[in-house]
């Protein structure tokens, strides 16, 4: 594959965590190649830098060295202001804990993002973030704060939040993590969805299931990516 | 279509209301003080000022045997004379209906009220001006001593006449006249149609003079003084008793307001400072809870500066709710505090408006301070990395706990960015420790100062005490014989021994050639049981002294010539002669005197008559020595002496007492504020804690707290708090009222004697413990109310 066609690249990138009392490494060299389209599952034992990883993607966290080129953009490079607006753009975010702001409704919080992107119009924004609840059922609970919401409708929520301004990618760090299977398999269902959409998801999961059927899985061990199994190439779907 | 960020800034001010109410009040108060301390002050001073210079001062007053308007005349015509204007004043004793016994009254007599040039009389809308034969209108000033009314009769005793009654018209301001609550005798104006129904004559006896203006000093105004004394007055036979020249352009009680309104200015500040103090530990601790918000919304695709938007308009917010609140508080407090305030000082205030740029300030206080203090904190939160805001507020702050002090010892080397937010964190909480103990230190210190002012007051009246033997004295118009007198006195019921001194105003000749006019000299028996002098260095004075002065410290002070030793000459009723001065007593508070032996006096002077008589009494009760003293000067009326005045050393300490009260009411409502701003930031603070251990509120309910047990955890540390302020403050208050007692003095021209109150401090220790018990009630109640299950969610 050529370097053009892959959306997301990273380039021997390695973390570095200086804050305990001795620095610790994280990610040793990571090299990877993801494409339009793609869903990647990220497994691996606790500590052994899943999270570290994902962040370096959606530019979270920084890197110490190496580079990561997602959708044409340095993101290494950029300075943490470019990187939010970035960011919310071009990788929607779904974090374990659903992450909503308390104080604002469900359709408020999917309403956010666009807000600060300034995408679309006020009018269309509504309707977009309407569209988007009914996407992930949630239509109905749209003027509820987060708090009355179950866990399982919160990460829908988030996951709607993340879609707001129509991102090419989705990262998610164990986005079923809090959640009971049933309720995992639907928001499993709904990432299966969006890829049929083009969209490209990249999660990181606990689940050994879930990592069965995701199309390509990569084993992170020690700070490396020390397994990659593709279960259905793509091709010709 | 409101957008979605402002309807966050909205939500976040509505669904924490108390937070919101916290902080609002925090920037409200200092937005109040100031209005009410500064505002009152500016106010004050300008009235005052203008009051005072549209009163045209005197620069000298002379006191003299009677004239009339062709030396008036003459005097316009003196070099250096702008205005001039010859009145009568005279003490007369009466009665109405509000006192039983008799009272001084100053009766101050003009002969054209229409016109009046000099220390202008300004009447009240009330009643009317001016008074024809046979009414008074009062000085305003009376109002302060009992309940005067238009309408009033006054009974005025006459020496050889039936008393005569006066009717009370109307009330006119005057703002150089001394008040009738410092002075005990109220001050009355009449025309001279009224003088010879009071048995006086209608001629002047002061004269008032305002000189030019242009480079006048103290000493020109005296040298001028004196010469309308020789050249006008003496030349026509005319004696000046004595002549009283103030400092030009400074009002008698120019040091008081100046005291008064620099203890204003200071506690202005400290409270402007404190509510700093309170807002900076309340954004700051808003930041850190909201550290996660920020990360989150930086990670949906939030700019900082949009985040920093949101966080300063939210400040913003509650800058304007304040000054909404605090504005208005402060012109309707601040128009109570003029008015009291005015009322004490005897200030007529015609506008209560304080000067724009106080109403300025009092917004940028309630709108700038607020952001200020915002910006490092909102700046800092809104600048931090999405994973390191994610991951600080995700992870209980417990848990930090013990590496927290490593960290912050690695981050000297470098400080790395998860090094510097730990940093920050603790920073946070121990920063608000120390701004919340600040802030209840200060208002404890400045409490506690205020009761070792009352106490080293207390202190300096006991000393007067001491001095005091007698308990009641009677001043004559006129030097009686001292035989018969006493006789009389003796005579009447209740009273237990009698003396009887010589008073006579004292004139010192200075080394430089110029005089001091304002002395008095006491001729006391040498062997004296009426007094007991405290004697600072040499000696008191023994029988057998011919030529030998005491003097007290104020006089002392005044004129340092007058140390033990020193020889002086001192001119005493127009005799002059040399004396010795062989000690130093502390001084009475009643300015600078000196004390020779009666008869040495009584010599000197070629007459033996005395002007004063002190009384001891066979009871300690005030009420009956009241009704003793009426007895003796009804007694001596009936004799035949002409009572100057009266009165008993209880009302005399009692007088004393409520002049210096006056700085301690300033005091305490100023404490009080102070206080009530440490209050608020204790609470707010105990708040913060609260909303901040919700985690570990909810732990601890879940493994068995009781909502009790949750309750006391809170009130103690609230308790903790208050009391260690009580502890810092008691060791701050220690020189602070020292130096408050001494500066207080200074401005004021009192010697005071500084004590430490330690009942104060006793005191203060447990009000302060009950205050943050009830600043703590709100938050512990709050903490008691976490639900396990809250708890959880706030995550
Ligand atoms: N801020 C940090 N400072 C220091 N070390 C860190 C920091 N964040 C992570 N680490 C360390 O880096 C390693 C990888 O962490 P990471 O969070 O990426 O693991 P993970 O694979 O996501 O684990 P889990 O499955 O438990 O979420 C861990 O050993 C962790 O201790
Ligand atoms: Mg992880």
């Known amino acids: 594959m050529s370097e053009t066609s892959s959306l997301l690249s990273l380039r021997g990138v390695v973390k570095v965590y200086d804050t305990g009392e001795v620095p610790f490494t994280a990610l040793r060299g990571i090299d990877l190649e993801v494409h339009t389209g793609e869903f990647v599952g990220i497994i691996g034992k606790s500590g052994s830098g899943k999270t570290t990883l994902i962040n370096m993607i959606t530019g979270i966290d920084h890197p110490t060295s190496g580079e990561i080129v997602v959708a044409g953009t340095r993101v290494h490079a950029l300075s943490e202001n470019e990187l939010a607006r970035w960011r919310g753009r071009t990788i929607g975010v779904v974090f374990q804990f659903f992450q909503l702001l308390p104080t604002l409704t469900v359709l408020e919080n999917v309403l956010l993002p666009m807000d600060f992107c300034h995408m679309w119009t006020p009018r269309e924004r509504t309707a ?102 593709v279960l259905r190439p793509r091709h010709g779907a | 279509m409101r957008s979605v960020r402002v309807t966050k800034v909205l939500r976040d001010l509505s669904s924490h209301w108390f937070r919101t109410l916290l902080v609002v009040l925090s920037i409200a108060i200092g937005v109040f003080a100031v209005g009410v301390i500064l505002g009152g002050r500016q106010v004050l001073v300008r009235e005052f000022d203008r009051e005072y210079a549209a ?62 040039s000099v220390q202008k009389v300004v009447p009240e809308q009330a009643g009317h001006w001016p008074p024809g034969r046979g009414e008074i209108v009062l000085e305003s000033s009376a109002k302060q001593t009992g309940d005067y009314r238009v309408g009033d009769v006054f009974t005025i005793a006459r020496e050889h006449d039936d008393p005569v009654g006066v009717k009370v018209v109307g009330f006119a301001h005057d703002v150089n006249a001394f008040p009738a609550q410092f002075s005990g005798a109220e001050t009355g104006f009449v025309s001279f149609a009224t003088l010879p129904d009071l048995g006086l004559p209608q001629t002047f006896d002061q004269l008032l003079v305002v000189f030019d ?143 724009g740029w106080v109403t300025a300030l009092e917004i940028a206080v309630g709108l700038i301070v607020p952001l200020l203090a915002a ?173 030998a002065v005491v003097v007290n410290t104020d006089a002392l002070k005044a004129e340092p010539d007058l140390g033990v030793g020193r020889r002086v000459t001192l001119a005493m009723l127009g005799r002059e002669r040399t004396w010795r001065v062989v000690g130093v007593v502390k001084g009475q508070m009643g300015g600078p005197a000196l004390f020779t032996t009666r008869d040495a006096l009584a010599t000197c002077l070629g007459d033996a008559a005395v002007s004063r008589s002190v009384v001891k009494s066979t009871t300690s009760d005030a009420q009956e020595q009241q009704q003793t003293l009426e007895r003796i000067e009804r007694r001596l009326e009936e004799a035949g002496y002409a009572v100057a005045e009266t009165h008993t050393v209880a009302d005399l300490r009692d007088q004393v007492a409520s002049q210096l009260g006056i700085l301690v009411s300033f005091l305490v409502i100023m404490a009080a504020l102070l206080a009530s701003v440490g209050v608020i930031g204790l609470t707010g603070a105990m708040s913060i804690n609260v909303i901040e251990s919700t985690r570990e509120i909810g732990v601890m309910r879940a493994i068995g707290a009781t909502h009790d047990s ?9 308790l903790v708090v208050g009391l260690m302020s009580w502890a810092l403050g008691a060791v701050v208050a220690y020189p602070l009222s020292y130096y408050l007692t001494a500066g207080l003095s200074q401005t004021i021209g009192v010697p005071l004697t500084y004590r430490f109150s330690w009942s104060g401090v006793g005191l203060w220790c447990a009000a302060i413990g009950v205050i943050s018990i009830v600043a703590s009630l709100a938050p512990a109640f709050r903490a008691s109310q976490v639900s396990v299950r809250d708890a959880i969610a706030y995550e």
């Open chain 2, 710 to 718: 949750i309750y006391r955890i809170f009130t103690t540390e609230g």
């Open chain 2, 213 to 355: 203006q242009d480079g006048l000093t103290q000493r020109s105004a005296s040298r001028v003084a004196e010469g309308i004394a020789r050249d006008v007055f003496e030349a026509n036979g005319i004696a000046v008793y004595a002549t009283d020249v103030p400092k030009p352009g400074s009002h008698f009680l120019g040091d008081i307001f100046k005291a008064v309104s620099l203890l204003l200015l200071a506690l202005g500040i400290l409270a402007l400072a404190l509510s700093g103090f309170l807002v900076t530990n309340t954004v700051s601790a808003l930041m850190a809870q909201h550290i996660k918000q920020v990360g989150i919304m930086k990670a949906v695709g939030g700019h900082a500066s949009q985040v920093t938007a949101m966080y300063l308009g939210m400040v913003g917010v509650y800058g304007v709710m304040a000054v909404a609140i605090g504005l208005p508080a402060a012109t309707v407090t601040g128009k109570w505090f003029i008015g009291y305030a005015a009322d004490i000082l005897n200030i007529r205030v015609v506008s209560h408006a304080p000067p």
């Open chain 2, 375 to 547: 910006v490092v904190p909102v700046h800092a939160g809104t600048r931090m990395s999405v994973a390191h805001a994610l991951s600080a507020a995700g992870v209980p702050t417990t848990e930090f706990g013990h590496g927290r002090f490593d960290r912050l010892l690695g981050g000297v080397r470098g400080l790395p960015r998860p090094v510097a937010l730990s940093l920050r964190n603790t920073f946070l909480r121990k920063g608000r420790l120390a701004l919340t103990l600040a802030t209840l230190t200060l208002a404890s210190a400045v409490v506690m100062s205020v009761f070792c002012v009352q106490s080293s007051i207390d202190r300096t009246i006991d000393d007067l005490d001491a001095w005091w033997r007698y308990d009641m004295e009677i001043r004559y118009e006129r030097p009686v014989d001292a035989q018969v007198l006493e006789r009389e006195i003796r005579a009447v019921d209740g009273v237990s021994d009698v003396e009887s001194w010589i008073t006579a105003p004292t004139s010192l000749a200075r080394a430089d050639g110029t005089r001091n006019e304002t002395l008095v000299t006491q001729g006391v028996p040498a062997d004296t049981t009426f007094v007991a002098p405290s004697v600072t260095s040499g000696r008191w004075l023994e029988p057998g002294d011919t030529d």
């Open chain 1, 128 to 229: 977009r973030a309407m569209y988007l609840l009914e996407q992930v059922e949630l239509a109905d609970q749209a003027d509820k704060l987060p708090a009355a919401l179950s866990g399982g409708q919160q990460q829908r929520a988030a996951i709607a939040r993340a879609l707001a301004n129509d991102p090419p990618i989705l990262a998610a760090d164990e986005p079923t993590g809090n959640l009971d299977s049933k309720t995992a398999e639907a928001v499993f269902g709904l990432f299966e969805g969006l890829v049929q959409q083009h969209k490209t998801i990249i999660m990181v999961t606990h689940d050994n299931d879930l990592a069965q059927r995701v199309r390509r899985a990569l084993h992170v061990s020690d700070g490396q990516i020390a397994e990659e199994r």
């Open chain 2, 55 to 116: 009163s045209q001062p005197p620069n000298a007053v002379l006191y003299t045997a009677p004239f009339d308007e062709r030396i008036v005349r003459d005097v316009l015509e003196y070099p250096g004379v702008e205005a001039a204007l010859g009145r009568r004043s005279a003490e007369v004793r009466y009665s109405w209906r509000g006192s039983p016994g008799l009272r001084t009254l100053r009766v101050v007599a003009y002969e054209d009220l229409e016109s009046i």
